[in-house]
Antibody
């Protein structure tokens, strides 16, 4: 399994853009699909979307207008940007992947999670 | 997209078996064999326990099993142990080429 590590600001102001990066180790980013999943405090999981190393993306329709995902193969990293955030976007954000085949519908590798709080 | 429906909580005594249901529609759970189950302990990332309805990843105890009937998938845990106490989430691929999770079930081992 690959190892994943999220990084980014823990506090974002309302209406601004949330930015997170996930660093992949133990494998090449030029394989597999790379996903983002979030979990508001005390609540369930929500799929945000995925990016393939070619740049192909698929986003949750409820968030699609605010999401941008990108991949940097030279750094073995992929990133998430979520614009116009509100308090409802406060959550632990996970990056995740399935490291045994090229699929995005299941995840056996997860980052430790990054808590992002939206507050002024 | 609506979340898949799971019971908010289930409980069982050590050694017993429990079942957690995950109900969707013919556009997700019922239409595809891409149901997964995750275990999440407090403050930890989810762990894949079952994939593709009934397959167990290497290293996951054979006390965990999965099945599906119609629009409802099930996670069965046999020989319940204290360490099984956690939150459990199902997920499914959907006809819109998206992924949807269940609302989660808190398992209490009495």
């Amino acid at each position: 399994q690959v190892q994943l590590q999220e990084s980014g600001p823990g506090l974002v102001k309302p209406s601004e853009t949330l930015s997170l990066t996930c660093t992949v180790s133990g494998g090449s980013i030029s394989s597999y699909h790379w996903s983002w999943i979030r979990q508001p405090p005390g609540k369930g999981l929500e799929w945000i979307g995925y990016i393939y190393y070619t740049g192909s993306t698929n986003y949750n329709p409820s968030l699609k207008s605010r999401i941008t995902m990108s991949v940097d193969t030279s750094k073995n990293q992929f990133s998430l940007k979520l614009s116009s955030v509100t308090a409802a976007d406060t959550a632990v954000y996970y990056c995740a992947a399935y490291s045994h085949s090229n699929t995005w519908v299941k995840f056996d590798s997860w980052g430790q999670g990054s808590l992002v709080t939206v507050s002024s | 997209q609506s979340a898949l429906t799971q019971p908010a909580s289930v409980s069982g005594s050590p050694g017993q078996s429990i079942t957690i249901s995950c109900t969707g529609t013919s556009s997700d759970v019922g239409g595809y064999n891409y149901v997964s189950w995750y275990q999440q302990h407090p403050g930890k990332a989810p762990k894949l326990m079952i994939y593709d309805v009934s397959n167990r990843p290497s290293g996951v105890s054979n006390r965990f099993s999965g099945s599906k009937s119609g629009n409802t998938a099930s996670l069965i845990i046999s020989g319940l142990q204290a360490e099984d106490e956690a939150d459990y989430y199902c997920s499914s691929y959907t006809s819109r080429s998206t992924l949807v999770f269940g609302g989660g079930t808190k398992l209490t081992v009495l």
